[in-house]
């Protein structure tokens, strides 16, 4: 049997964009879809059309913001960056996700009592 790629529950692909951009900066989509997809030991792997689809829904709540620049191959690109906002945003996030696992693990380790 073959293991599938990870599905993303909603709004979990947006609290991974915020943490990337957190620890690494401003960055362009390529560039976080790519760092999400190596520090996931490629089990989440992004298609251009998610990554851009929560950078603006992001960029939309003021999470983050955006400035055109000059990628690595010297092309324009628009670079993705958090904003205080984001900041505060990416601590409620994580805390709710620590808490949300910690009761699935919960439940999903409770032994059935009949």
Request: net charge positive.
């Amino acid at each position: 049997m073959t293991e599938t790629k990870l599905d993303l529950l909603q709004g979990t692909l947006d609290l991974l964009v915020l943490q990337t951009l957190a620890s690494m900066g401003s960055l362009h989509g390529y560039g976080i879809a790519r760092r999400i997809e190596q520090v996931s030991g490629n089990e989440i792997l992004l298609n251009q059309g998610t990554i851009y689809a929560s950078l603006v829904r992001l960029q939309q709540r003021g999470w983050i913001s955006t400035e055109w620049g000059t990628s690595d191959n010297n092309r324009r690109a628009k670079y993705y960056s958090l904003t205080n906002a984001g900041k505060k945003q990416l601590v409620k996030e994580t805390a709710n996700w620590r808490r949300l696992s910690t009761v699935i693990t919960r439940v999903l380790s409770a032994s059935a009592e009949v």
